[in-house]
């Protein structure tokens, strides 16, 4: 027991030193190597592993367009049709969502760049639990299709018609067909993975841009408490004590403007990120929105049909997650919209009548700090334009929107069937 328990504490300290929350965008460089985006490596033998392992998924993808084919040509079964035609709907969702990202790719790496040194340099509770979130949800998502993976080989799902072996191999040796039939039974946990990435990027940038507005609440909180502690530590020369009070005015409202201008500068490049991902992000909830509710419309006709299976049980998992993939991004996006908004309620609450008195000597400052005060109040309540496709705002409303639209498009099938 006691080397077992050693062995555990190894592995533990092993697992802590590769991840030591030291980089919050680190997750998100392991998960663009998983979703076939991006690798970081530079070596050329890693980079020839790395397209192997490209062709590899674009070649479990093309089986199952041909599985697709043969189901509509020869099986006669309209319910393994839209099983597998659902599967197959799944499979182009992810592949052009990994393409959108690499085509985009540069926007999200110039996003990293700029929430980098934010992020890393200040480690924040709401940085640290955001950090942890993310690591949660794909290690959630991970053990789901690993559940699911081993569920289709216990219960024998791989042996079912869209997992076996096609007519033209079947004279292959033994080696060579269980070869096959790992290969395409993989597929499931494979694509599942690049799946889970996917949202670990998104989820990523999301929670880096909800992190950065809490520290800029924050920020506005304790302005003038930092404002203070900065008159304490500035040396004062010797003087009548008017002389000393008006120097001591000066240096506060100098150092003030400093604290909002440094806040203004934050806020402003966190809205000029949302803008650089903005036309990644309108894009991939367009594909996400309106790829789902064909999928899941299909995936739930399946079940309809076929009746409770193992196999269904997959398929209703892999539904669960992207549900649950579309509400999270919802609710996301309303909490950064909210948080935004935070910042200015933060500002509008502050002690300003009693610290920000309108003195003669400063009235410049008092100008220049009242102007970026409501420049900044104006702009925090305006939403940051995270939209799906340019034509409605991302929100837990146009969740409940996509609920009914699938309940729509289930009720046609099911009709056409009829």
């Known amino acids: 027991m006691e080397s077992i328990r050693l062995f555990v504490n190894q592995v533990k300290s092993k697992l802590a030193s590769l991840d030591d929350e030291s980089d919050y965008f680190r997750q998100m460089e392991w998960a663009m190597v998983v979703a076939g985006i991006r690798l970081p490596s530079q070596n050329s033998t890693y980079q020839r592993l790395f397209n192997c392992y490209r062709i590899l998924m674009l070649l479990q993808f093309s089986i199952w367009v041909d599985r697709v084919y043969v189901a509509y040509t020869e099986w006669n079964s309209p319910g393994e049709l839209i099983g597998v035609v659902a599967f197959c709907l799944a499979l182009v969702m992810i592949l052009s969502r990994v393409v959108l990202m690499r085509v985009y790719l540069k926007d999200l790496l110039k996003v990293r760049d700029g929430l980098e040194n934010r992020l ?85 940038v999301f929670m880096g841009f909800s992190t950065e507005l809490e520290n800029i609440v924050s920020e506005c909180n304790g302005i003038f408490e930092r404002a203070r502690q900065q008159v304490t530590v500035i040396p004062l020369y010797e003087g009548s004590s008017e002389h000393t009070e008006m120097r001591e005015n000066l240096v506060f409202w100098s150092t003030l403007k400093n604290e909002i201008s440094l806040i203004a500068e934050r806020h402003s490049e966190l809205i000029e990120h949302v803008a650089t991902v903005r036309n990644l992000l309108k894009v991939s909830f367009l594909l996400i929105f309106y790829t789902e509710i064909v999928f899941i419309g299909c995936a739930l006709f399946y079940v309809k049909l076929i009746g409770i299976t193992m196999n269904t049980v997959i398929v209703v998992s892999y539904v669960a997650s992207i549900l649950l993939e579309c509400y999270w991004f919802c609710r996301l996006t309303d909490n950064i919209n909210g948080t935004n908004r935070a910042i200015g309620f933060a500002l509008y609450n502050l002690d300003w009548p009693i610290q920000l008195c309108d003195l003669p000597n400063s009235r410049k400052q008092y100008l220049e700090i009242r102007a970026s005060l409501l420049v900044m109040m104006t702009r925090s309540q305006q939403n940051l334009g995270i939209t799906c496709g340019g034509m409605f705002e991302m929100s837990a409303q146009a969740f409940d929107e996509l609920m009914k639209m699938i309940y729509s498009c289930l009720m046609f099938l099911l009709s056409v069937t009829t």
Not at 156 to 173: C, F, K, M
């Open 120 to 204: 890393n340099n200040h480690h924040s509770e709401g940085r640290v639990r955001s950090y942890r979130l993310i690591r949660r949800f794909f290690m959630v998502l991970e053990w789901i299709y690993l559940f699911d993976q081993i569920i289709l080989y216990a219960f024998g799902i791989n042996e079912e018609r869209q997992y076996s072996v096609p007519d033209n191999l079947r004279r292959l040796s033994k080696r060579s067909k269980l070869g096959f039939d790992i290969f395409i039974c993989s597929n499931h946990f494979v694509f599942s993975s690049v799946y889970a990435s996917i949202l670990t990027i998104m989820n990523t």
